[in-house]
């Protein structure tokens, strides 16, 4: 049994931190041009070649995405970005264009070709075409169930790699090809801009009655067209026996915490899969807690267990569910005492959790907090304050300290 790649994403530099710290086997991550993330900060020029030395550094490999539809403006100076991407060393690209495919062998054949899952491969003979083009590795459409998976994965060359999502965001339209934002908002869902219409909640306006508005009802619902998301945690052994290589979490727009919490909990739960490698095998519970500690929008199997046709995954209630936030960054533990630097306000005697990589959540209480004169304080109310509070125990630097959204002091 091959040992599964956990692959993370990487918005910026914290981010990329946060997934290698907390035991991504890779990461993906993209650069100012031809990816289909721009909202986050990404990486360009010399901070790529910094961000694939820190991750080759842990053992960590690197897959730059190039995977916009492109248009014959994405062209100029296309070149340019693929020879860059090779000085700075990356493993692999991710793309969906052909045109940008053939340009990638050109300017940069030592470099992998990983076929995103825009392309929407949802067939072994679509999958070993591109295996004889020279892709190294296919990330399949999402549509596609386990057993299907399965068949692709028997009929197709056993050194052909197949990546899946298990976690993360879902979308409305097949494999992300979808031009609804185009068309409310101007800005391209192709080239990495979606304003995501489609999880905003619809009402019906008559032209002659401005103003009054006729909710539009799907059985008692109005978000017609959002979607849980998605989360295989707790079915690692399928997954495996699918043959799926890579299991690939969705989120380089999510926050460093995001990414922390998620890659550590597939982490583990990976890991325990492969010391006991059963087919009844589940995480233990607090791996199973950790995806309630982490924003989502409520959770589902999206189609490994089902077809699109039976089940459209339309749900009655939208947006994000946010019940934890993060206190504080570890920054030493020493002589009895958790030094820190704050992120949100907390007060002494508040309910904490302390997450490390690879380790099960400290719970405890805020005690004797000292700020940097090792003055006695109560609160500590200032963004990035240092500060420490008393711990018996060991925990990494770069660890999290987090809360529960309401708990604490007003």
């Keep these: 049994m091959n040992k599964p790649e956990l692959l993370a994403p990487a918005g910026d530099r914290e981010r990329l931190q946060a997934a290698v710290r907390y035991g991504a086997d890779a990461v993906y991550l993209g650069s100012t041009r031809l990816g289909m993330r721009s909202a986050p900060q990404n990486f360009d020029g010399e901070a790529l070649a910094q ?49 940008l495919f053939t340009l990638a062998q050109k300017y940069a054949p030592q470099v992998e070709i990983h076929i995103s899952t825009q392309m929407g491969v949802t067939n072994y003979e679509a999958a070993n075409a591109l295996y004889e ?16 998976i399965a068949e692709l994965r028997a ?26 934002s185009n068309y409310l908002t101007g800005r391209d869902s192709n080239h990495g801009d979606c304003a995501q219409p489609c999880r905003w909640q619809y009402v019906l306006m008559e032209q002659t009655r401005p103003g009054q508005y006729f909710p539009i009802t799907e059985d008692g619902g109005t978000y017609i067209m959002n979607s849980n998301d998605l989360c295989m945690i707790e079915h690692i052994p399928q997954l495996v026996s699918a043959g799926i290589t890579s299991f690939k979490i969705e989120g380089r727009a999510k926050s460093a915490y995001y990414t922390a919490v998620v890659t550590n909990a597939y982490r583990a739960a990976i890991d325990g899969y492969l010391a006991d490698p059963t087919e009844d095998y589940k995480p233990q519970a607090w791996i199973v807690e950790e995806m309630a500690k982490m924003s989502n929008r409520g959770y589902c199997t999206g189609f490994y267990f089902n077809d699109p046709r039976d089940d459209a995954h339309i749900y009655l209630t939208g947006g994000y569910k946010r019940d934890w936030r993060v206190a504080a960054v570890v920054e030493k533990c020493e002589n009895g005492r958790l030094y820190l630097s704050q992120r949100n306000r907390f007060f002494d005697g508040d309910e904490i959790e302390i997450l490390s990589p690879g380790q099960e959540p400290v719970r405890l209480t805020a005690a004797d907090m000292r700020n940097e004169a090792g003055e006695k304080i109560d609160c500590v109310p200032h963004p990035t304050m240092p500060f420490s509070l008393a711990f018996d125990g060991q925990v990494p630097a770069g660890s999290l300290v987090r809360m529960e959204c309401g708990s604490g002091q007003l």
Aim: hydrophobic content about 45%; glycine content about 6%.
């Design 155 to 180: 009929k197709t060359p056993k050194e052909f790699e197949i990546e899946c999502f298990v976690h993360g965001a879902m979308c409305v339209s097949f494999s992300g090809r979808c031009l609804l």
């Design 51 to 99: 961000a694939v030395d820190f991750c080759h550094q842990n053992g960590v490999r690197v897959y730059l995405t190039a995977n916009v539809l492109a248009h014959n403006r994405d062209l100029i100076d296309a070149d340019r970005f693929f020879i860059t991407a090779k000085e700075a060393q990356v493993d692999a690209f991710i793309i969906s264009d052909l045109g």
């Design 133 to 148: 083009m020279g892709a190294k590795r296919v990330v399949l459409a999402r549509e596609l169930s386990l057993d299907e």
